[in-house]
């Protein structure tokens, strides 16, 4: 049986387009919020979301996430809130994966974190600190339970080293658009066009960029070579900076819908 | 097809001690990581590489390091003989400067420019910033705000030499958080860069790599004490923050099994009050800073903020190594809290001269809980990692003594 995010990528290949794909932090601004802005997000022609558990020692995050994850620990966010945001974004009717570092899920449970994304209509999970070395319990876990696992890839990994680890992907290959940390930056790196081809040499699965991308113009150029669009920081940067929850939520609908537009015109 | 077989297999776990170590990092690291791995590897059968990095010990950081026996100190401590294996005498003033030297000749080897460190006491930061001016590269400091204020001569002392301190206003704003802020500058910047991680934890091979560095703490104080004494010691004591100094002084006598190792975490308010930072004593197992090991942690896996009077111990991870001689007994660890490490810290100073660092004193602290366990017969042989001419001021406002 395949997950709803493979089904995601099976419509958008149909639609000759590339996905778009969408990041926030489980409760953020608050749980309830959160929720909120996933609810504008699927009406705003957002294909699948990326619930981020916010963990306390985010290496691969830039000064946004860290923020919204500061936020979102500070109230309280833990394993039983990210699994109540990912069963509220599938019903809305959104492919959703989690993406975490490796610890929470380790001391959740390695099988049992499996088992609850799939008992809450998640479709896989993405792992930016596991290694594919010490991924032989999760790989296990996930299989039994039908959860996709999303490695992420950077332009420094090269050779038979990027084909090992395309070949632990399932749902989507994630591929980091710069070597850096997450957060929205003026130009996305001509490396990004590079890793794709790369990829593409390695394996047939669909490949999404994240790292950079906040503007339409940006999620077209990336969607002229990817199957798949990632914003987090733009999004967050939104909600950080609004006055109020209901200029945040109007300027998250109008940033969704010029990416969707520019999803639409990269090829 | 037969390439998608091959590369479907999982490739095998690395730098593995039991269960604990291994490598959890953003792939973006995995290239400089095994580039350092290969380095390290090629460095230690090189007799070229061991040349260089003996002479500069013998010229410059003052190796081998003495062992004074503490008589008056004994007298505190059950009457065992208490033997200081003085690595406060090295140049920098602590053990730091083994591991810093050895990794900044590995820089030089693969051609980096750039080094990036950690630093909670400051002692790595200082032993890192000395090594960069010896070698003419550029240095920058990751250092916890918070530490910046407790250990404000070191910053001084770093500048001095030449790096740039950048404080971490992120989180708890101590060392587990100049960690992650010197991670993310170097999956930026790896290419250029090499981190001279300052400590037995992080990702393969930082653990073995940095142990291969201080294990000379040991071969050096085994011959010592067999000089001196005529036998093995009966137990061998060293503070424990990320664990360096102490798998440095273990590593040697490790295959003798009848010497104990024993490590002295730190108890800060005491272990029962959740103010500490005994990672092995208190925590229990998981991922921090791309290894395995124990970690101070709550139910969701968040890393707790760590507690201690002593920068230098203030993390709520361990290296791996230590998890696993601990979980199959070979070494045992134990919590001093700040007050028992405060006594032993005034203890030594008044009765041998020779003021410690606070991280010390835990491992002081210690001798004399075990010198008194094992009575006047015993021999005690203790690392004094470092020297306490940073804890000046700290000192000076816990015992009330006005600036
Ligand atoms: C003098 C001294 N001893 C011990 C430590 C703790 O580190 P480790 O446990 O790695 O030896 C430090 C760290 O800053 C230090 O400065």
Redo the contacts with the bound molecule.
Sequence with gaps: MSTSLEEVFVKTRLENRAALIAYIPAGFPSVEGCKRVIEVLAQSGVDALEIGFPYSDPVMDGPTIQEAAGIALQAGTGAAEVFETVKYAHDAGLATVVMTYWNPIEKFGVEAFAREMANNGGSGVVTPDLTIEESAQWKAATKTFGVNTIYVVAPSTKGERLAQVTAQCSGFVYAASLMGVTGARSTISSGAHDLVTRIRATTSMPIAVGLGVSTREQARDVASFADGVIVGSAFIKIILEAKDEDSALGEVKHLAQELAVGVREGR | MTSTQNTSELPAPIGHFGPYGGRFVPEALIGALEELDAAHQSAMVDPVFQAELSHLHATYTGRPSIITEALRFSEHAGGARILLKREDLNHTG???INNVLGQALLTKRMGKKRVIAET??G??GVAAATAAALFGLECVVYMGEEDTRRQSLNVARMKILGAEVIPVTAGSRTLKDAINEAMRDWVTNVDSTHYIL???AGPHPFPTMVRDFHKIIGEEARAQVLELVGRLPDAVLA????????IGIFHEFIPDSNVRLIGFEAGGDGVETGRHAATITGGSPGVLHGTRSYVLQDANGQTVESHSISA??DYPGVGPEHAYLHDIGRAEYRAITDKQAMEAFDLLSKTEGIIP?I??AHALAGAMIVGKELGPEAVLLINL??RGDKDVETAAHYFGIPL
């Design positions: 602590s053990h730091k909670g006491a002692q790595h300052g400590t037995v503070c424990i923050g990320g664990g360096s100094n102490a230098g111990l660092a991280e010390s990692s470092g």
